[in-house]
């Protein structure tokens, strides 16, 4: 019996190191530096820009056409434009305060004067032109920073403005292809639909021939018939679709009902390649032009606040 118990033990060691886990070691690969996209901070080099007409890349004619008509009708752009020539004209006053000025004011009238006064003759009592002249020269010395504060808010205003302009360019630009591309799909599922419809119809024929030949039942048309509906109602839902996208792209290109009629089929080359970076860099989120409009305007902001310190350390 403690043979038979030894046997057993060691059989059983035997098999427990057989199925023993083997001792590994986790390799562990640090990423690069361009893998993440933090080279180009390191190389002090600007990162890949996508352009601004990225939509061209699908080689679609009418699609660039829908973008320029919805950036020229858009009021959101023209109000992001005007925020941008007010921003500049504010940074050129500041810049105008912080160097020297020079005033000249210059007039002249026709009267006649005095006999009676101090003005020897031959100009007493005779009618002539007086004219008089006056310069200023002022010149802000700016001793406690004051005004270089109020152009850096200023610059920092202005780049944001152009930001708000990027960001509402990319945002309508954005839509109008996302509603385009609607469109294509909307016109890819008509034509499924219309195909399907002429194969359940010649379905439906065969049936109907089946049934005079005595092979099948009135079951099998009344299938071949829910079958034939489906895909009659699948091309209006498609057409409908179409007619909603067109539309919608007259709503964001600022038209009239008469502009739908204008948009043809779409010639998308849906197999084309958009240039995207090789890699995404860390920073992506703040590349985006509206949180670089935020950033811009918290400089701003903090700029205000030291031109008011300054102004009260002047005071």
């Not at 390799?27 to 390191?42: D, R």
């Not at 005595?214 to 079951?219: N, P, T």
């Amino acid at each position: 019996m403690t043979r038979t118990r030894l046997l057993l033990a060691t059989t059983l060691a035997g098999s427990l190191a057989g199925c023993a886990i083997p001792e590994s070691q986790t390799a562990v690969t640090p990423l690069a530096g361009p893998s993440l996209g933090l080279s180009y901070a390191a190389a002090n080099t600007a990162a890949p820009v996508i352009a601004a007409d990225w939509w061209r890349g699908f080689g679609d004619r009418q699609l660039d056409r829908l973008v320029t008509d919805a950036v020229a009708g858009n009021p959101s752009l023209d109000a992001a434009l005007a925020r941008v020539a007010q921003a500049q004209a504010v940074l050129s006053t500041n810049r105008a305060e912080n160097g020297p000025n020079v005033t000249l004011d210059a007039q002249e009238q026709y009267a006649r004067l005095s006999g009676r006064y101090t003005i020897p003759p031959p100009y007493a009592g005779s009618t002539r032109f007086v004219g008089t002249v006056a310069a200023n020269l002022s010149w802000n010395l700016d001793l406690f920073g004051r005004q270089k504060a109020a152009i850096v808010g200023a610059r920092a205003s202005v780049r944001a403005a152009a930001l708000d302009l990027a960001a509402a360019r990319l945002a309508l630009s954005g839509a109008v292809v996302q509603t385009y591309i609607d469109l294509e799909r909307a016109e890819a599922q008509a034509g499924i639909a219309t195909r399907t419809i002429a194969t359940r119809e010649n379905t439906l024929r065969l049936v109907n021939v089946r049934i005079r030949n005595k092979l099948g039942s009135k079951l099998d048309a009344q299938a071949a018939t829910t079958l034939l509906a489906q895909a009659r109602q699948a091309l209006v839902r498609a057409q409908a679709a179409q007619v909603l996208a067109k539309n919608a792209l007259a709503a964001l290109a600022g038209r009239g009902v008469d502009y739908p009629a204008t948009i043809g089929a779409t010639a998308l080359k849906l197999d084309a390649v958009l240039p995207l970076p090789a890699s995404v860099p860390a920073d992506l989120l703040a590349r985006r032009a509206d949180i670089a409009a935020a950033q811009a305007r918290i400089e701003a902001a903090a700029a205000g606040r030291q031109v008011a310190r300054r102004a009260f350390i002047r005071t």
